[in-house]
């Protein structure tokens, strides 16, 4: 692709180097996409647990011995800031995602429908949550 | 016209970051903090016996199967779209690590889940 000076044509090509960090909107764009990163590191912990689990006793004991250490819960400090801020994200972006919705005859405004997932999300999470205490007791 | 299997992918990636925006957070609390340090949940959730149990009962089965392999299929749809943005060429290389990422951890996830026992 790259001939320089053998006389074939040499297209301009646009530098992709750090475009988003130069306006704000870009940079909020790459730091919700980057919660992907956290999201797949979550599942590949729980995936590496079954994993462990399916192995038998010695191999899931291992791996609780690594979830309970303090290195461990530090990087579920930041997983979870990382998945309350792509919940945050993912319920802005909304409006944007979803084909327009009509109540009343009236287009619903944006801000309802952020409103709305971010109460569903706050009322979910506390089920789970009521789940896994009283799974527990 | 060959159709196009873009809507399977973004299927899996709208589902896989609804159920992580819903109930993700909580999810990463409990596996995370609250059961390995004991406050809120007791630790004896991690016993053995009671993990197998979990992974040998369908709902428990079909739980961490759902969130494995959504998390997985949303988190590949976004870093194969945003490493594209970044200047990685969308093609089959970039695609590959990011669903086959993917793909492979819902095999290996399945497998594990079915060697348990039921």
Redesign the interface.
């Known amino acids: 692709m790259s001939a320089k000076g053998t006389g074939m044509r040499r297209p301009y090509r646009r530098p992709m180097d750090g475009w988003w960090r130069k306006n704000p909107y870009f940079v909020e764009y790459m730091i919700h996409e980057a919660t992907a990163l956290f999201v797949a590191l979550y599942a590949l912990i729980l995936l590496a647990g079954v994993v462990c689990l399916a192995q038998g006793r010695a191999a899931w004991d291992g791996w609780v011995g690594w979830i309970t250490s303090p290195l461990s819960i530090l990087l579920h400090v930041v997983i979870l800031i990382a998945f309350a801020y792509h919940a945050w994200s993912w319920f802005h972006i909304m409006p944007r995602t979803l084909p327009p919705m009509h109540a009343g005859g009236k287009r619903v405004a944006g801000a309802t429908i952020t409103r709305a997932g971010l109460v569903a999300a706050v009322a979910s999470s506390a089920l789970v949550l009521l789940i896994a205490w009283g799974v527990a007791r | 016209m060959k159709r196009s299997n873009a809507p399977i992918f973004w299927v899996l990636f709208g589902a896989?970051?609804?159920l992580?925006?819903?109930?993700?957070?909580?999810?990463?609390?409990?596996?995370?903090?609250?059961v390995?340090?004991g406050t809120?949940?007791?630790?004896r959730?991690?016993e053995?016996e009671r993990?197998?149990a979990f992974?040998q009962h369908w709902v428990g089965k079909g739980i961490?199967l759902v969130?494995?392999?959504l998390?997985?299929w949303?988190?590949?749809h976004?870093?194969y779209?945003?490493l594209h943005?970044?200047?990685v060429h969308a093609g089959t290389l970039s695609r590959l690590a990011c669903y086959g990422?993917a793909l492979a951890?819902t095999i290996?996830?399945a497998?594990?889940?079915f060697?348990?026992g039921f």
């Open positions: 896989g970051g609804m992580s925006a819903l109930i993700g957070a909580a999810l990463v609390f409990i596996t995370g903090i609250a390995p340090t809120l949940l007791p630790k959730l991690f053995y993990a197998l992974a961490l969130i494995i392999t998390f997985l949303h988190a590949a976004r870093l779209h945003a943005d970044l200047g990422t951890g290996a996830a497998v594990a889940l060697s348990v």
